[in-house]
């Protein structure tokens, strides 16, 4: 007997309309996974389903599901549906809803929300778009200086069930950060004992206007659960939490990707993206490259002496360059990364060229002397090409050789160089490296051939 999974099980609940089995099955669900079930659905369906949910539950798959269903969602809500899902909602959610949905729905929802919220939603929306205040939350647990502990509980007990987490609370005094305590030490310590005594003033926080890359770092550097946001006079403002640091962390990673592949970044899911939409994204990086492939054919243009000489060192070229563009590849992924977690600076420039040209001559030397038994024994005896003689062997080799060398050390270069000049550093990965290196790798190709057969 075949097994039924999970999926098929659910749609054939759905054909036969059991939408109160349906209920009970999706209230036991984590609202990601009813997220994925109600957007896989269809249209028709989803709608349905969605109000057979909890009021809370409801808000919470809402916010997982992608800003397209969301649309859909709203465009079918009456307004007293749309004014309990926002009102569930936690501010920087609502924001992000806000940031992705067209005028006329943004509209609808600021309509909706209550106008504290809207206040919150307002106030963050003014914050730069990949700033720290662009993805915080104005709600957390704030304490006095002056409470006691058992204060404090009784505070967390009545304001809690609105914030977006709790363990960590911070303590103010006229907005001006003091410190943090945490549930576990309120607990843990007598009713009697201050807050004050209890929390730690050395507190890591960041700006409304650092870069949000640099903040979702720190998550990862100091295994926070939240960040506190200040302003310019140490006045607290937000919170970061860790799942929006996540989430700044995946976009960044994409972005990167796509600009190292020769891509414009997409704001959509690969299934989603229409062809043309696709060919937006790609065609500007591919005629660029096109373009500044053109030095590649000039140079050939201009050594065809050295061809006419030497037929046979056509044959090599494809290869010089395939291990030229790859070895420049390799040193700017490599440095790309260690500037991404900020493991190098512009600083460290020299000891970087030391490290890749040492590196250069090791894979060179070894690149070079496989190459020559290759070309003697296969080109030359199994092929049975007279024109593969030593001198031109010799002649591939020691380009492969110095080809490696100016690939690696431009390929550390150039990412550092862009980061120095505001650039991306994502920019200089793979198809920009390779092109300029096939364009070097000619060059000294030709060059040497002048020298030792020419």
């Given at each position: 007997?075949?097994?039924?999974?999970?999926?098929?099980?659910?749609?054939?609940?759905?054909?036969?309309?059991?939408?109160?089995?349906?209920k009970d099955v999706l209230i036991t669900m984590n609202p990601s996974d009813?997220?994925?079930?109600?957007?896989?659905?269809?249209?028709?369906?989803?709608?349905?389903?969605?109000?057979?949910?909890?009021?809370?539950?409801?808000?919470?798959?809402?916010?997982?599901?992608?800003?397209?269903?969301?649309?859909?969602?709203?465009?079918?809500?009456?307004?007293?549906?749309?004014?309990?899902?926002?009102?569930?909602?936690?501010?920087?959610?609502?924001?992000?809803?806000?940031?992705?949905?067209?005028?006329?729905?943004?509209?609808?929802?600021?309509?909706?929300?209550?106008?504290?919220?809207?206040?919150?939603?307002?106030?963050?929306?003014?914050?730069?778009?990949?700033?720290?205040?662009?993805?915080?939350?104005?709600?957390?647990?704030?304490?006095?200086?002056?409470?006691?502990?058992?204060?404090?509980?009784?505070?967390?007990?009545?304001?809690?069930?609105?914030?977006?987490?709790?363990?960590?609370?911070?303590?103010?005094?006229?907005?001006?950060?003091?410190?943090?305590?945490?549930?576990?030490?309120?607990?843990?310590?007598?009713?009697?004992?201050?807050?004050?005594?209890?929390?730690?003033?050395?507190?890591?926080?960041?700006?409304?206007?650092?870069?949000?890359?640099?903040?979702?770092?720190?998550?990862?550097?100091?295994?926070?659960?939240?960040?506190?946001?200040?302003?310019?006079?140490?006045?607290?403002?937000?919170?970061?939490?860790?799942?929006?640091?996540?989430?700044?962390?995946?976009?960044?990673?994409?972005?990167?990707?796509?600009?190292?592949?020769?891509?414009?970044?997409?704001?959509?899911?690969?299934?989603?993206?229409?062809?043309?939409?696709?060919?937006?994204?790609?065609?500007?990086?591919?005629?660029?490259?096109?373009?500044?492939?053109?030095?590649?054919?000039?140079?050939?243009?201009?050594?065809?002496?050295?061809?006419?000489?030497?037929?046979?060192?056509?044959?090599?070229?494809?290869?010089?360059?395939?291990?030229?563009?790859?070895?420049?590849?390799?040193?700017?992924?490599?440095?790309?990364?260690?500037?991404?977690?900020?493991?190098?600076?512009?600083?460290?420039?020299?000891?970087?060229?030391?490290?890749?040209?040492?590196?250069?001559?090791?894979?060179?030397?070894?690149?070079?002397?496989?190459?020559?038994?290759?070309?003697?024994?296969?080109?030359?005896?199994?092929?049975?090409?007279?024109?593969?003689?030593?001198?031109?062997?010799?002649?591939?080799?020691?380009?492969?050789?110095?080809?490696?060398?100016?690939?690696?050390?431009?390929?550390?270069?150039?990412?550092?160089?862009?980061?120095?000049?505001?650039?991306?550093?994502?920019?200089?990965?793979?198809?920009?490296?390779?092109?300029?290196?096939?364009?070097?790798?000619?060059?000294?190709?030709?060059?040497?051939?002048?020298?030792?057969?020419?």
């Open positions: 007997m075949a097994n039924i999974t999970f999926e098929e099980t659910f749609e054939k609940l759905l054909a036969e309309k059991k939408y109160s089995t349906i009813v997220a994925a079930m109600l957007e896989g659905v269809g249209e028709e369906a989803m709608p349905l389903l969605f109000r057979l949910l909890p009021k809370e539950q409801a808000a919470e798959t809402f916010v997982e599901m992608d800003s397209e269903y969301q649309e859909l969602l709203i465009l079918g809500f009456s307004d007293k549906e749309l004014h309990e899902v926002v009102a569930e909602m936690y501010v920087d959610d609502a924001v992000a809803l806000v940031d992705e949905m067209p005028a006329n729905v943004v509209k609808r929802i600021l309509a909706q929300a209550d106008p504290q919220m809207r206040k919150e939603i307002n106030e963050i929306l003014r914050y730069p778009e990949y700033s720290a205040g662009s993805i915080m939350t104005t709600e957390y647990v704030n304490l006095r200086p002056s409470m006691t502990c058992g204060e404090a509980i009784t505070h967390i007990r009545r304001t809690g069930v609105d914030k977006e987490t709790i363990y960590t609370c911070y303590v103010t005094r006229e907005r001006k950060l003091l410190g943090t305590v945490t549930v576990r030490e309120l607990l843990t310590s007598p009713d009697g004992a201050l807050v004050e005594s209890l929390m730690e003033t050395n507190v890591i926080s960041v700006e409304t206007h650092d870069d949000r890359e640099d903040v979702a770092r720190m998550f990862a550097k100091y295994n926070f659960i939240a960040l506190p946001v200040v302003d310019s006079e140490m006045r607290m403002v937000g919170i970061v939490t860790f799942d929006d640091a996540m989430d700044v962390i995946e976009e960044e990673t994409t972005e990167d990707i796509e600009i190292m592949a020769g891509m414009v970044p997409s704001e959509k899911p690969y299934l989603r993206s229409s062809p043309f939409e696709l060919f937006k994204n790609r065609m500007p990086w591919l005629l660029i490259l096109m373009v500044s492939a053109t030095f590649t054919g000039l140079i050939i243009t201009n050594s065809e002496h050295a061809l006419a000489a030497q037929v046979v060192l056509a044959a090599f070229i494809p290869m010089l360059m395939g291990t030229g563009g790859n070895s420049g590849a390799q040193a700017s992924v490599t440095v790309i990364r260690a500037l991404s977690l900020d493991e190098i600076e512009l600083k460290d420039l020299p000891v970087i060229i030391w490290k890749e040209i040492r590196t250069a001559v090791l894979c060179g030397v070894v690149l070079a002397a496989a190459c020559f038994v290759k070309i003697m024994l296969v080109d030359g005896l199994a092929m049975r090409n007279p024109n593969v003689t030593p001198t031109v062997a010799l002649t591939v080799c020691i380009t492969m050789a110095f080809t490696v060398l100016v690939a690696k050390v431009i390929g550390c270069i150039l990412p550092l160089v862009a980061k120095k000049l505001g650039f991306d550093p994502a920019v200089m990965a793979s198809p920009f490296i390779t092109t300029i290196v096939d364009a070097l790798s000619l060059l000294i190709y030709f060059l040497i051939a002048d020298i030792t057969l020419i």
